[in-house]
């Protein structure tokens, strides 16, 4: 079992990240539209952008890592993707 709060990708908004076959003068960000799912049955939107810690709940979740490696040749397809997270904070 897993503590912290239940959250849902709704959505990827923006993956800028330079693909791993090519040379770019910036490394691009990658953001994501999510749902929490509160304790009491509602869904609050917000969204997270890798590497970058947002308040949630008590604490604060973060995008730690996104899924395939982006490339040149590759189109990437909203099921394609997997993300890991790490949520701090709760006690």
Request: hydrophobic share 35%; glycine share 8%.
């Amino acid at each position: 079992m897993v503590d912290g709060p239940i959250v849902q990708p709704v959505e990827v908004l923006e993956d800028s990240r330079c693909p791993m076959n090519a040379r770019c003068i910036w490394a691009g960000r990658v953001r994501v539209k999510m749902i929490w799912w509160r304790g009491n049955g509602e869904k609050q939107p917000f969204e997270v952008t890798l590497g970058e810690s947002t308040p949630l709940a008590d604490g604060a979740i973060r995008l730690e890592s996104v899924r395939p490696e982006k490339m040149t040749n590759v189109t990437l397809k909203p099921s394609d993707y997997r993300f890991s997270f790490r949520f701090d904070g709760g006690m």
